[in-house]
Every structure is written in C-alpha cells, then in structure tokens.
C-alpha cells in the first residue's frame, strides 16, 4: 500500500475500490459466506473477500468461494440463506442471465437470513459482450434494488440492503457499474453487525414451489412490494437513498440515479437557473417524489446510466404535461456511459474550454492481443494448420470455427483470425452443435476450461448422445485467465473424465500438449479429430503464463 493511501486511511476509514466497498459492508453486516464467479467489473468484490479469508484462522469470517458459474453461485448463496446465514452472490451482470432462474424464483421464497446479490454492469461495454441493466431484473423479479453513487454509498446501502433483505425476506440486488467498481476512495466504515443465530425456515412450504405453494408466495410478493415501495418512500428518503430538492420557480427537473448525481453537480454551476433535482438510489423507484417533481417543472431531464428504465417509467405514471426527455429522446445518446461532458450537453451547457491541439495527434494503434508465450497462441497456430491440411475432405459450407468468452476470443482479430463467433458462456459447443446439424462441415468450436466448466459441459452431453459430427477444442489453461488468473473450479487432470463421463467416445477424446515444441504433434491430432465423422474432443493444455507466475508468487 502505498505512503498516500496509509496516509489517509484512519482506523475507521479504508481506501477502497467500490468492489472492495461492498465486500467490506457485507463482511461488517456479518456475512457468512459469499459466491461468486470472476467477471469484470465485479470480480474485486470477491477477490476482497478471498484475500480476507485466506488470512483468517481458519473457521473464523466468511467463507468465499469460487463456483463453476453464476447459477451454482446464486444456488449456494440461497442455500447459505436457507441454513439462516448472511449470504453475498457476485456476479456480473450478463453473469445475471445464467442465474436468472434461481433469481427469478428465490424472490417468492420466505428468506428469513439476509441475502445480497451484488450485480456489476459495464455500461460502454468495457470488458463485457452487450450493455444490460440489472435494474431491469430486479424490477421483473420484484425485489428492491439499490443503486450506488459513491464509494462510500455502495458501503453503506450494501449494509442496508442486508437488512432490507431480512426486513421484507426477500433478496436485494446492488447494482454496481463499472466507473463506481474499479476507482477508489476514503470509506469511513461502521462497527460491525453483531451474530445471530442460524436457523432453519420455521416454514418449508414457502421454500417449496410447488404451483399451489408458489401460487400462495406471488400473492406474498405483489403485496410485499407495496410494503417495500411504502417503506422506501419514507425510509429512504430519511436515510438518503432518494433526495429530492425542489427549487421554487425552476423549469427544468432533473432525475438522476448512481454517477449521474456527480455529473450533474459537476455542471451546476455552469447553469443560470438551478433546476429542481430527484435523486434515485432504491428501487422501485419513489413514485410519489417523481410526481411531486414533476407537478413542479415544465421539463425533466432524466439522467441514469443503462438504459432509460426510469425515464420510461416516468411518462407512465405522469397525467401531467410534462416533457421528460432523456436517453430515449435523443437528449443523451442511447448507447454507452454517461460522461460529464454528455450531461453537459443535454443540460443545454456549452462544451467545456479544452486545450486545441496545435497538430493532429496520431497515436498508432495498439489492438488487445495474448500475452507473449500465451498457449492460445500455439492452439491457434495448429488449428490453422489443421484445417489448411483437411483441403480433401469432403465439405460443407466450412470450415466453422464458434468461439467462446475468455482471451481466446481475441483470437478472432488478426494475426489469427481463427474464431467466426463470440456469443455467450458455453455457446461455442451449442452453436457447432447447431451448425453441424444443419450440415456445415468441418466445424469446430473452441472452449476454455474454465467456460467448458461454467456452460460447456451440458452443450457437451447434447452432441454426445446424437454423436454429432463437430470438434470441440478445449483450451486448458487451468486458469480464468481473462479476469485475472483465478484458479478454475476443477483441476486440468478432470477435464477429460469430464468429456468422457457425458459420453464422448474414450478413441476420440485426446490431450494434446499446446506448447510451441509440440506444434507438429498438436496439428496432426487436430487434423485427425477433424477429419473423424462425428464428435471428437481435443483437449489443449499448457498453463496460462500470468496464473504460472501468480503460482510461483504463491497468489494463485
Ligand atoms: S492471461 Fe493467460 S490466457 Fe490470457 S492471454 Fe495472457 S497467457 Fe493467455
């Protein structure tokens, strides 16, 4: 740590990232333990926790683990909850769709121990394959939401949101965006939440949902999310999770949620007229202070990051006349992060005075590329080879090659050139699966060991049992290289006990070693894999070098 930093942190302040924020609330509210599977912008949540584990002795604070994905994570977080344990779920928010189905029906049980799920999106899709809001699925599960400004907030409404949850029995999402996630601050922290008892359900029906249990809990649920609203309405704004400030004879209204606040106090002292302002930070969102706001205001501006829930659910519930104008009427653009300098815009400010350039600046391009010596490189390098030397075979429309989520997917840029698509976690092998049926050959889907762990082994046991005519090339690097070099869930030795066990053939499943000595070896396994009519595995293994020298620090 640096001088700086030791500096300013007192003995109740820490320098955190906005991860670091929540995972040090959920471990000050009593957490008990916390799941997760890595993915930017939100795997610092449980890299926090993991160090923190690591230096406990051992049986003491929470447990943190790693999990095969996102929906075995949210599995084991309901489990925790269910044995009457404070429990985190991690993920990021595409992370949200693999565990929307223990999401969706977790929120009809009658949780009675505090349950957080703390949701990373990535609004200008920094590291992540669309821009989905979170808020959207908390609002169609019917659980509150809350929606961090600061560091220090997403601190303090993580601590809240474990009571919110075990106030109303009921899972509270916290959504964090990437901005918020990844900088860091001073939060002053609170003593921690004293024990309590772990208890089992005193009810198992209402954690049983069978359609005429399930029909009882929905009931339970429409009512309680008019209680939450009531409750957010007064509670929050006592406890400053929505603020509204009406300016008497202002026009303009604005709406904010997260960083939009501080975007729009960094423009106020650029505008003549201080507009009156409703800032968001809980959802469902403050119906009543909306309408207060609107009743007050010819125009509302509604400034949130994702897309334009809010402004939507504005002009639903106004009989006003009032113009709302936001991302969806062009105001602010309709894709990427807010930035002080959009905000500026919509509010009608001139652009702020920059230095002009006196020459044009060109910087030469750097594309993200594998680290030098990565085992990908060598894998592609074969794979290339490959399916140069399969010229005679009969076929079809190929080759295909459907890739997956990890480094490897930078294997579509040049110099490889080598992956046709990048969709979700696992759809490499569904896809070939697909495009095999529909009589593409040769095709070939590429898998990294942890996503075959996350999402591939079940698209696995489909081509398996038809003995579809596919490849799946297995890049073992025995890491989760992309979002740092965590370990994966399974150790390289069960990968092909894996393949073996959803029923690929024991000739056609082969391990080959993806080192650049190997490389004549590695290309005539793939080519024999390739030319074989049917489903054929080849496991490429080598160590990703950044896990290797985490290994050799003793980090990983
Ligand atoms: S982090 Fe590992 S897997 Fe990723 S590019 Fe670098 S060496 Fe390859």
Redesign the pocket.
């Given at each position: 740590m640096s001088n700086l930093i030791a500096a300013r942190e007192t003995s109740t302040q820490r320098v955190l990232l906005g991860d670091e924020a929540v995972a040090q609330a959920a471990v000050d509210a009593g957490l008990s333990a916390a799941y997760g599977y890595p993915g930017t912008p939100s795997t610092e949540i449980m890299e926090h926790l993991l160090r923190r584990s690591r230096r406990a002795t051992p049986g003491e604070g929470p447990l943190a683990r790693w999990c095969a994905n996102e929906k075995t994570a949210y599995e084991s977080a309901l489990g925790a909850a269910m044995a009457g344990g404070r429990a985190l779920v991690v993920m990021k928010h595409v992370g949200l769709n693999v565990a929307a189905d223990p999401f969706m029906n977790s929120a009809l049980l009658d949780l009675h121990a505090g349950l957080v799920v703390a949701v990373a999106d990535d609004p200008g899709m920094h590291s992540s394959q669309n821009e989905q809001d979170s808020r959207a699925y908390a609002e169609m599960a019917h659980v509150p939401c809350l929606e961090p400004a600061t560091q220090q907030e997403a601190y303090d409404m993580t601590r809240r949101a474990f009571e919110l949850s075990e106030r109303f029995r009921t899972p509270v999402l916290v959504r964090m965006v990437t901005r918020l996630a990844h900088s860091r601050t001073a939060v002053t922290l609170r003593p921690p939440a004293p024990e309590r008892p772990h208890l089992l359900p005193a009810d198992p029906t209402a954690w049983t949902l069978l359609p005429a249990n399930a029909r009882r809990r929905w009931r339970v649920v429409l009512d309680r999310q008019r209680a939450i609203e009531r409750y957010l309405a007064k509670e929050g704004a006592e406890a400053d999770l929505s603020m509204l400030t009406l300016r008497p004879g202002a026009d303009l209204g604005v709406v904010t949620t997260g960083l939009a606040r501080g975007y729009l106090l960094e423009a106020l002292n650029g505008l003549e007229e201080r507009p009156s302002h409703l800032h968001v930070g809980a959802y469902p969102a403050p119906e009543e202070a909306l309408r207060r706001l609107a009743a007050s205001v010819d125009t509302i501006l509604v400034l949130e990051e994702g897309q334009p829930l809010l402004e939507r659910r504005l002009r639903g519930i106004l009989t006003t006349a009032v113009e709302v104008i936001g991302r969806e009427t062009g105001a602010l653009p309709q894709d990427g992060e807010l930035t002080p300098d959009t905000v500026r815009a919509a509010l009608g400010l001139a652009e702020r005075p920059h230095a002009e350039l006196t020459e044009p600046l060109v910087l030469p391009g750097r594309p993200p590329q594998?680290?030098t010596?990565?085992?990908?490189r060598d894998s592609f390098t074969a794979l290339d080879r490959a399916l140069g030397a399969v010229d005679g075979m009969e076929q079809s429309g190929g080759p295909l090659v459907t890739g997956d989520i990890?480094?490897?997917t930078?294997g579509a840029l040049p110099p490889f050139r080598a992956i046709d698509s990048c969709v979700c976690m696992g759809a490499s092998i569904g896809m070939a699966r697909g495009a095999a049926d529909a009589g593409v050959r040769p095709v070939v889907a590429v898998i990294g060991d942890s996503t075959f762990l996350h999402s591939g082994i079940q698209p696995l046991l489909d081509a398996a049992t038809d003995d579809t005519d596919m490849t799946v090339l297995i890049l073992d690097?025995g890491?989760v290289?992309?979002t740092g070099?965590q370990d994966t869930v399974a150790p390289s030795s069960r990968l092909e006990p894996i393949a073996l066990a959803v029923g690929v053939h024991p000739d056609c499943c082969v391990v080959v070693d993806a080192h650049p000595r190997k490389l004549d070896q590695m290309t005539e396994v793939l080519q024999q894999a390739i030319e074989h009519r049917g489903l054929s595995v080849v496991i490429a293994a080598r160590e990703?070098?950044?896990?290797a020298r985490l290994r050799k620090r003793g980090a990983a």
């Open positions: 594998l680290c010596g990565c085992p990908h990890g480094c490897y930078l690097n890491a290289g992309m070099a990703c070098i950044e896990h």
